[in-house]
């Protein structure tokens, strides 16, 4: 298991030219190691070391060996990428080219200690004493263990970005005593614990539609070629807002299994998932939104953060699970209610309603092995309590001591 941390620091000119000299030669080494690989049709770490290392030292002489090692470690994993999106139907392009580079040390380049890193040039050793971040020290106190490589790109402004890499064995899995299913959507996430379920609400919808009406303000009658509208362009947070969501949510989660010895069932998204959705989706504005709800990064974040808690996490056929009725196992008919997708519908035998989101909690509990009886009470929707995810309120949501008493 390995966490990355990002350092920036700030450097004089003599160490920031030092390092500019080995990030040139170490982008022709790398130019270098990729048209081989391709040439010889092979993706082999090895194979592309012993092909170009002796022609690429004699160019290179005063350059670490190493990092002809580490460039051509770099041209195998950019070569085996391409070849899978290639594979996918995915390249657009037909050879993987660098644009930027981001230079790949290994114990032979770096050495760590706290007051400072030493890093390997063509002339010497640069020293560069970082501040560290919380994040740092939370990983560093926590039995993470820093790693032997390291990375490292150069910024405008004579910044250095310089990525620590931490390792952890991952922890056994339990035995699980319950089941956590979480079903996952455009604008909330849905979470069944102790039979309750409960809607923690995103704002996913709002985000992507007002950095898409942000973007359309500043691009109409501009080109995106021009330096003030990338500038703006590149200002916007999108991304960062739905990522901090993302993991602050799988924290919520799965902090709640490992609380309560379950397991978290999850829906086994095929790849793609968005192309699946919207192939008979005819409005413009819905496609856009179900592309960027990013439901399998959702998927993944979970399944990442429970490897780390060692939570086990179930994956199940996500085919009907809210057109079912998990108690007589008849078909659920939802009414036309105005909207996208209706949200309430009637069992067939039964005649008790329900809500779209629940029927999913309760079938995917059920096809990971639950055998629990689902409660039926009335007649009224089963519609489940509404939370707020918000980067502001959700600190407030995971300090409590269940997930069952957060408060709006």
Same mark, same amino acid.
């Given at each position: 298991?390995?966490?990355?941390?990002?350092?920036?620091?700030? %450097?004089?000119?003599?160490?920031?030219?030092?390092?500019?000299? %080995?990030?040139?030669?170490?982008?022709?080494?790398?130019?270098?190691?990729?048209?081989?690989?391709?040439?010889?049709?092979?993706?082999?770490?090895?194979?592309?070391?012993?092909?170009?290392?002796?022609?690429?030292? *004699?160019?290179?002489?005063?350059?670490?060996?190493?990092?002809?090692?580490?460039?051509? *470690?770099?041209?195998?994993?950019? +070569?085996?990428?391409?070849?899978?999106?290639?594979?996918?139907?995915?390249?657009?392009?037909?050879?993987?080219?660098?644009?930027?580079?981001?230079? #790949?040390?290994?114990?032979?380049?770096?050495? =760590? @200690?706290?007051?400072?890193?030493?890093?390997?040039?063509?002339?010497?050793?640069? +020293?560069?004493?970082?501040?560290?971040?919380?994040? &740092?020290?939370?990983?560093?106190?926590?039995?993470?263990?820093?790693?032997?490589?390291?990375?490292?790109? +150069?910024?405008?402004?004579?910044?250095? *970005? =310089?990525?620590?890499?931490?390792?952890?064995?991952?922890?056994?899995?339990?035995?699980?005593?319950? &089941?956590?299913?979480?079903?996952? @959507?455009?604008?909330?996430?849905?979470?069944?614990?102790?039979?309750?379920?409960? +809607?923690?609400?995103?704002?996913?919808?709002?985000?992507?539609?007002?950095?898409?009406?942000?973007?359309?303000?500043?691009?109409?009658?501009?080109?995106?070629?021009?330096?003030?509208?990338?500038?703006?362009?590149?200002?916007?947070?999108?991304? @960062? !807002?739905?990522?901090?969501?993302?993991?602050?949510?799988?924290?919520?989660?799965?902090?709640?299994?490992?609380?309560?010895?379950?397991?978290?069932?999850?829906?086994?998204?095929?790849?793609?998932?968005?192309?699946?959705?919207?192939?008979?989706?005819?409005?413009?504005?819905?496609?856009?939104?179900?592309?960027?709800?990013? &439901?399998?990064?959702?998927?993944? $974040?979970?399944?990442?953060? $429970?490897?780390?808690?060692? %939570?086990?996490?179930?994956?199940?056929?996500?085919? /009907?699970?809210?057109?079912?009725?998990?108690?007589?196992?008849?078909?659920?008919?939802?009414?036309?209610?105005?909207?996208?997708?209706?949200?309430?519908?009637?069992?067939?035998?039964?005649?008790?309603?329900?809500?779209?989101?629940?029927?999913?909690?309760?079938?995917?509990?059920?096809?990971?092995?639950?055998?629990?009886?689902?409660?039926?009470?009335? !007649?009224?929707? /089963?519609?489940?309590?509404?939370?707020?995810?918000?980067?502001?309120?959700?600190?407030?949501?995971?300090?409590? #001591?269940?997930?069952?008493?957060? !408060?709006?």
């Amino acid at each position: 298991m390995e966490r990355t941390v990002k350092l920036r620091v700030k %450097v004089d000119y003599k160490t920031y030219s030092a390092l500019k000299e %080995v990030e040139k030669e170490y982008r022709e080494v790398l130019e270098e190691a990729i048209n081989y690989g391709l040439s010889n049709k092979t993706t082999s770490f090895t194979r592309i070391k012993a092909g170009v290392y002796k022609t690429e030292r *004699e160019k290179h002489k005063d350059l670490p060996s190493h990092y002809i090692y580490t460039a051509c *470690e770099d041209a195998s994993e950019r +070569l085996d990428s391409f070849e899978k999106l290639k594979r996918r139907g995915r390249s657009y392009t037909e050879k993987p080219s660098v644009r930027r580079v981001t230079i #790949h040390l290994d114990d032979h380049l770096w050495k =760590f @200690n706290l007051d400072r890193i030493s890093i390997s040039t063509k002339r010497s050793r640069i +020293l560069i004493s970082p501040t560290f971040p919380k994040i &740092f020290w939370r990983y560093y106190n926590k039995g993470w263990r820093i790693a032997s490589e390291a990375r490292f790109k +150069l910024l405008k402004g004579n910044v250095v *970005e =310089f990525y620590v890499i931490f390792k952890r064995d991952e922890p056994k899995p339990y035995e699980p005593k319950g &089941f956590i299913s979480v079903d996952l @959507n455009e604008n909330s996430v849905s979470v069944l614990v102790d039979g309750k379920p409960m +809607l923690l609400e995103t704002n996913t919808k709002r985000i992507t539609l007002g950095y898409e009406y942000r973007r359309k303000a500043i691009t109409t009658g501009k080109s995106t070629k021009d330096r003030e509208v990338r500038r703006k362009l590149k200002r916007l947070r999108e991304r @960062n !807002k739905k990522v901090d969501i993302r993991r602050k949510l799988a924290k919520l989660i799965v902090k709640e299994a490992f609380e309560s010895r379950s397991v978290i069932v999850l829906e086994d998204l095929p790849r793609r998932t968005p192309e699946h959705m919207i192939k008979d989706v005819k409005d413009s504005q819905l496609r856009l939104r179900i592309y960027r709800a990013a &439901f399998s990064s959702m998927k993944n $974040a979970i399944i990442e953060k $429970a490897r780390e808690f060692g %939570v086990p996490v179930v994956l199940v056929n996500p085919s /009907h699970t809210s057109t079912v009725c998990p108690v007589h196992g008849t078909k659920i008919v939802y009414q036309l209610d105005g909207g996208d997708a209706p949200r309430v519908g009637v069992c067939e035998k039964g005649k008790e309603k329900w809500h779209r989101d629940v029927v999913a909690l309760y079938n995917l509990a059920r096809r990971a092995g639950d055998v629990s009886p689902v409660p039926l009470g009335s !007649k009224e929707s /089963h519609d489940p309590p509404k939370r707020w995810l918000r980067a502001k309120s959700l600190h407030s949501i995971m300090n409590d #001591h269940k997930m069952i008493e957060m !408060k709006v």
